[in-house]
């Protein structure tokens, strides 16, 4: 399995599949994407080359991240691929839920195992202010939808901001209650174009740990391939309440997770000031070249983001590689 210096193993692969997106989030993207004439995403040819070698390397699971991958025509086609790859267990796609209502089956069809969505607010209104959409119910009945296809793996994100969706705490936890779900709130990442916005936003995600706490939410054990969360259950809900707190002490002591993005550019943290770009040897190298040349790579992982001292590397949005 591939490993770093600090013995950290990378069993997931965090693969975005396009930097293009539909939303207008005012943390990530207020003035919505700006085509930057890139080049062209990986072709499905291409992300089979490259999540062969990744699985070769011990990876069971990828997370197909955008942008919106849901943007991508060929997303079933992906998905599908994805999963032929011997050795990956789970095929998982994080989406804003714009369009999920009418595409889920297809998706599913295809071997889609879990599937992140996301709201930041229960409430159209803020919901339209944060995402610059009016489509909250669209993507609420995206949840209903996936539990009564019984999806194994379904979650709800929500980023913490303190002037738009911090008073709705209980109105969240209400949400779960009869809902076998996860709903998981993400505290505000500061990055290269949102600096402002984070220092009149950010909130401490140990705030709401500490709420969780004193109303008898017990932690939950992770799985070795599960992300980041610290997950809560509590035997009057249904659902659980997860907390990714980039900020906390040691958040990056766990890390089991890579990132490539939609050009084939490998990323050893969200917010690492440099990438090695993977693209040139994809449909040129076998796979176990192009496994050794990830292994050799790896070993360049840093201990930790410096989040704290403001640090947000190369990352100017979180659209650029799914978060």
Known sequence: ?????????????????????????????????????????????????????????????VRITGGEPTLRKDLADIIRCCKSVEGINTVAMTSNGYRMNKQIDQYLAAGLDSLNLSADSLRPEIFQLITGHDKL????????????????????NAVLLRQYNWQERQQFFDYVKNRPISLRFIELMKTGDNGAYFDQQH?????????????????????????????????????????????????????????????????????????????????????????????????HKLAGHELESGFSGATRHLAMLGG
């Not at 930057?36 to 999540?51: F, G, R, Y």
């Not at 993507?139 to 539990?147: C, G």
Request: hydrophobic share 35%; glycine share 6%; net charge negative.
């Open 1 to 61: 399995m591939l490993t770093d210096q600090f013995q950290r193993r990378f069993s997931y692969l965090r693969l975005s599949v396009t930097d293009v997106c539909n939303f207008r989030c005012n943390y990530c993207l207020p003035d919505g994407y700006c085509d930057e004439k890139q080049p062209e995403p990986l072709s499905v040819d291409e992300i089979h080359a490259l999540v062969s070698a990744f699985a070769a390397n011990g990876t069971r699971k």
């Open 137 to 156: 119910q669209q993507v609420l009945d995206t949840v209903d939808i996936a539990i009564k296809l019984g999806i194994s793996s379904l979650k709800l």
């Open 203 to 299: 909130v401490r995600g140990s705030s709401l740990q500490q709420q969780l706490i004193d109303d008898d939410w017990v932690p939950v054990l992770k799985g070795a391939d599960a992300g980041p969360a610290i997950e809560y259950a509590h035997p009057q809900y249904q659902g659980k309440i997860g907390l990714i707190m980039p900020y906390s002490k040691d958040f990056c002591a766990s890390c089991n997770r890579l990132r490539v993005s939609s050009q084939g550019k490998l990323h050893l943290c969200l917010f690492a000031d440099d990438n090695m770009d993977l693209r040139p040897y994809l449909l040129t190298e076998s796979t176990q070249q192009l496994a050794q040349r990830i292994q050799h790579l790896v070993h």
